[in-house]
Nanobody, 119 residues
Framework: QVQLVESGGGLVQAGGSLRLSCAAS????????MGWYRQHPGKQRELVAS???????TYADSVKGRFTISRDNAKNTVYLQMNSLKPEDTAVYYC?????????????WGQGTQVTVSS
């Protein structure tokens, strides 16, 4: 069982920055794609950014140029640097670890961390 613990959320003014961290309980270096998702009240969870084991990144259009995902495999940790934050970035942010095997796929989730951007 993979456990993910997020930290770094909080309240920030528009235009400010936050860095989210997600520490995994297993070695993520070679097999896990790590991602950050967010969920606005009353809406479905959406992908914000992801990074493969080979460090290939994907971003939602709404955060391109403002957010950066990175991973430190030695620490089994993934980060989301969020700059130029907007009120619409307010959401609960979840860390995800995706393990894709030839016969199955597994998803693990953190408990979520609240990010609130005030205008």
């Amino acid at each position: 069982q993979v456990q993910l613990v997020e930290s770094g959320g909080g309240l920030v003014q528009a235009g400010g920055s936050l860095r989210l961290s997600c520490a995994a309980s297993v070695n993520i270096s070679s097999t896990y794609t790590m991602g950050w998702y967010r969920q606005h009240p009353g809406k479905q969870r959406e992908l914000v950014a992801s990074i493969t084991s080979g460090s290939r990144t994907t971003y939602a259009d709404s955060v391109k140029g403002r957010f950066t995902i990175s991973r430190d495999n030695a620490k089994n940790t993934v980060y989301l640097q969020m700059n130029s934050l907007k009120p619409e970035d307010t959401a609960v942010y979840y860390c995800n670890a995706n393990l894709r095997l030839w016969f199955a796929q597994y998803d693990y989730w953190g408990q979520g961390t609240q990010v609130t951007v005030s205008s």
